[in-house]
Nanobody, 114 residues
């Protein structure tokens, strides 16, 4: 059973930075695509950034140039460095581990104040 634990969320001012972490257990990890998603109040969950097993990355247009996803296979962890945060980045951020089924973390809140 894959388990994901996110950390690093919290209140931040606009223009500030935050790094989210996601630790996986019960997984081979290195062979799977990992992603960070977010869900703002009243909106659908959306993909923010993803990283393949080979390290290729993709980003939502709204965060390109500001967010960076990375992974450490030895630690079975994936990270999301968020810079130049905007109030519209306010959301609950979720880590996703792909596989036969997708596994999700519990989410971590990131409120960005203006």
């Amino acid at each position: 059973q894959v388990q994901l634990v996110e950390s690093g969320g919290g209140l931040v001012q606009a223009g500030g930075s935050l790094t989210l972490s996601c630790a996986a257990s019960g997984s081979i990890f290195s062979i799977y695509f990992m992603g960070w998603y977010r869900q703002a109040p009243g909106k659908q969950r959306e993909l923010v950034a993803g990283i393949t097993s080979g390290g290729s990355t993709n980003y939502a247009d709204s965060v390109k140039g500001r967010f960076t996803i990375s992974r450490d296979n030895a630690k079975k962890a994936v990270y999301l460095q968020m810079n130049s945060l905007k109030p519209e980045d306010t959301a609950v951020y979720y880590c996703m581990h792909s596989g036969r089924v997708n596994y999700w973390g519990q989410g971590t809140q990131v409120p960005v104040s203006s």
